[in-house]
C-alpha cells in the first residue's frame, strides 16, 4: 500500500492548489483525479479549468472580440466591411486554451513532485483513500492526511431535464457548434448571464427566465440596478419571477412553459442552458465509517480551518460552505497545507473578492449597503462614475461606476462595488486595502497614475468624505 504524507482527492483549484502547497513545505503528495478530456487522458483542473472559468472566459473574450469589430469599431473611424464568424474554430482554440492551461498543472506538479493518480478516489475509515481506476481496478493509499477537494456539480431541475443537446447545462453549453437563433436561458445568476452575455454577442436572441422577483440579490442594489439597465440596453431579455414549470423538446427545438406575472406562458427555443446553482459532489465519497459528516444540504461539515469531524482530515473548496469561487477553494487549500505542516494560519472569510464576467465585468468585496442597513453599521458612501474618467473615455468604455462604502466613525473601508470595464482588476486593489485595514482616507492620499481606469477607485474614495476633484461632491467636504 502506497503512503503519502498527504493525499488530495480532486485536482481543481481548491485541490491543485493545496497538494502543490504541501510538497513545497516538504510533505509526500498525491492528487486523485477521476476526470478525463474529449482524448480520453487524465484531465487535471477541475471544473474551473475544464468546463468553467476557463474556458467561458476564452469564449467571453472571443465574443467580445467579435462584438467590437463589428459593432465598436466605427466610432474610432475603422472599417471592417463584414465581420463573419466561425464558431467551430472559436470553440477549437477555447479547447486548446484548456489543453495548454491543463499540461501546466501537470507541469508544476511534476516540478514540485506531487503524484498524480487516475482514478476515483474515496475516504475509508482510519485515513485511508480507496482509488477505483478507470479499468475498475481499485487500490487503497495510506496518508497521514487526506484533503478533500472533490468540488461541485450544476444542479438539475425536474421540469428542464439536461440532454446535453437542447437542454445542455453550463458544460453543454460551451460547444454549441453555432450560434442558436433564439437561446433560453433558465437562472439570472453568474453562468446565465455569463455564458447568455457570449452567445447574445454572436448573434442569439436571449431570453433569461429567472425564478426570482429580484435581479442579483447579492450584489450591492445599486450596482445590479445599473446592471439590469446595461443588459437590457445590451439586448438581453431578462425575466424577473418566471418560473419554469416543463419543458418538451421536439424537431430539435424545446417548447418551454413557465408562469410569468401569474400567467401561464410558453416559448420555443433552439436551445436552453439550465444554470440554476451548483450542489457539494459529495455522495459516494465518504464510507459511512470515516468519521466525516455532511451538513443538511449534504456540504462536507468543517470549522473555520477547514477541518472536518475527522482528525487529519480536511475539505476544501466548493464542498465545504461559503461561495463557490476557485480562489476561496485556492486559499483553503493553502491554508490546510500550511496548518499540516504545522503553520498557524488562518484564512480572512470577510474578504473575498467576486466577479460576473459580463461586459461591463462585475465585481465586490466586503458588505453591500443593503447587509449594512440590516446589520445596524453606520456608514458612508462615495460613488464615482466611469463617464468621468479620461481614460475610459478615450477607450469609449465609460459605462459604470465604482461605489465605495466606509464606516461612519472610523472610515475603515467595509466594501467597494464595481460595475465597468476591468472591475475585476479595479476590485483587488481594494481586497489588498481591506486586508491591511485601510481607510477611505488611505485610498484618498495614495497616488494613482494618470490615465488610468484606477482613477475611479481613487475619486470614489475621496467622494465618501466630500473631497471628489473631477465631480461636485454631494456630501460637505470635511
Ligand atoms: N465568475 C464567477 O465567479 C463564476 C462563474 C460561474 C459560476 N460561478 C459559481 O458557480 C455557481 C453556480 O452558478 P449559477 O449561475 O448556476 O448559480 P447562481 O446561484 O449564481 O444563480 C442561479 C440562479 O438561478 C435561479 N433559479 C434557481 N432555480 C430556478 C428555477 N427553477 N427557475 C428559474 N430560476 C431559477 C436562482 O434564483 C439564481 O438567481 C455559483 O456559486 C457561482 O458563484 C462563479
Known sequence: ???????????????????????QLGLTTACVEKARNKSDKLALGGTCLNVGCIPSKALLDSSYKYHEAKDNFAV???????????????????DAVVAQMIGGIGGLFQANGVTAIEGTGKVLAGKKVEVTAADGSVSVLEAANIIIAAGSVPVAIPPAPVDQDIIVD?????????????????GAGVIGLELGSVWSRLGSEVVVLEALDTFLPAVDGQIAK???????KQGLDIRLGARVTGTKTSKGKVEVNYTYKDEEKSETFDKLIVCVGRKPL????????CGVNLDERGFIFVNDYCETDAAGIYAVGDIVRGPMLAHKGSEEGVMVAERIAGHKIAMNYDCIPSVIYTHPEIAGVGKTEEQLKADGIPYKVGTFPFAAIGRAVAADDATGMVKMIAHEETDRILGCHIIGAS??????????????GSSAEDIGLTVFGHPTLSEAVHEAALAVNGQAIHMPNRKKRK
Open 76 to 94: 474610432h473611424g475603422i472599417a471592417t466591411g463584414d465581420v463573419s464568424i466561425d464558431v467551430p474554430a472559436m470553440i477549437k482554440r477555447k
Open 170 to 186: 453550463s458544460t453543454g453549453a460551451l460547444e454549441f457548434q453555432s450560434v442558436p437563433g433564439k437561446l433560453g436561458v433558465i
Open 226 to 232: 445599473e446592471a439590469a439597465k446595461v443588459f437590457k
Open 282 to 289: 459529495s455522495s459516494g465519497l465518504l464510507a459511512a465509517d
Open 423 to 436: 472591475a475585476a482588476d479595479l476590485v483587488q486593489q481594494i481586497v489588498i486595502a481591506m486586508e491591511f
Open 1 to 23: 500500500m502506497s503512503k503519502f504524507d498527504v493525499v488530495v482527492i480532486g485536482s481543481g483549484p481548491a485541490g491543485y492548489v493545496a497538494a502543490i502547497r504541501a510538497a
